[in-house]
């Protein structure tokens, strides 16, 4: 019998098997994962390769479970964010591309934050604007009605984007991981965000990661942490679990125990519902 608790949730960050690092799902066996634990869907993530063809062969294969794909800006789609690569994914058989990521591990300030001595992928100018580049992807997520989230931005740099994406019209702008050591966003620079009409995840690998984890040298997230930040904008906040990393839990566990956990801690069933169900699949458009 399905956890009723999982019913209709879609996790919008998945990472599954084939990709460059180990994972403990394949995109088959999470679809398959979510069938029997009740889960609606999920989003495939990869930093490198496209997932939205992946995505259509699943939901193919495994019936039943709504399965979704993105697109990753890093460098195996060029030096620059690539809004060629957006157009013809977008253009693609199934219509299953849902969120296009702006660099993650190669974004011009992971770069610098881990004082690699290479430039990375920018997404800002000199003076902080948002690049042409990054505005015309924009307007091709603004037009799919889809999901243009910030990846490994800045604080600076997620609000300018979150700026920009309003000006254009963008719907969907998400702040990614927002609570996740090193890209947590300030609380100040949230609800900045907030008012320019973001939408903001949090995922259930934040508060689990650090020493004698896949991730050793991320600090996890207070409970009490993330709790000031579900309650500044529940309404326009997600959850997700950011994980299918090989030694933590299943993506559908993890889910399952930030609900309950949220729930534990005071928030309301509503709010869960709409953070786990009712804003995913908005973001999705089911």
Known sequence: MPD??????????????????????????????????????????????????RAYIASLVVPGCEVFGSLCMNLSH??????FAVSQALKTTGNALRCVWLPTRESAYDMKRNKTGRPGIPVVDEHGHALPEV??????????????????????????????????????????????DPWTISPDNIKRCFELGAYVEHSYVALIWGPGTPFPDF????????????NICPERTFLTSDLGTAGLPFPDQA????????????????????????IPAMLMNV
């Open 78 to 83: 060029g030096d620059k964010v690539n809004p």
């Open 4 to 53: 009723q608790s999982l019913r209709g949730v879609l996790d919008l960050h998945v990472h599954c098997d084939p990709d460059v690092k180990a994972r403990n799902v394949t995109d088959i066996s999470m679809a398959q994962r979510c069938l029997e634990s009740g889960m609606r869907g999920f989003l495939i993530k990869s930093h490198d390769w496209s997932t939205h063809d």
């Open 135 to 180: 505005i015309r992807t924009m307007e091709l997520c603004a037009e799919a009605d889809i999901v243009l989230a910030s990846g490994h931005s800045s604080n600076d740099e997620t609000v300018e984007l979150a700026r920009a994406a309003k000006i254009v019209g963008l719907k969907k702008f998400v702040v990614t991981h927002a609570t996740s």
């Open 255 to 278: 889910m399952l125990s930030f609900m309950r956990l949220l729930s534990e801690r005071g928030v309301s069933q509503k709010h869960i519902d709409a953070m786990a169900k009712d």
């Open 219 to 230: 600090a996890p997230c207070p409970v009490e942490t993330l709790l000031e930040y579900v």
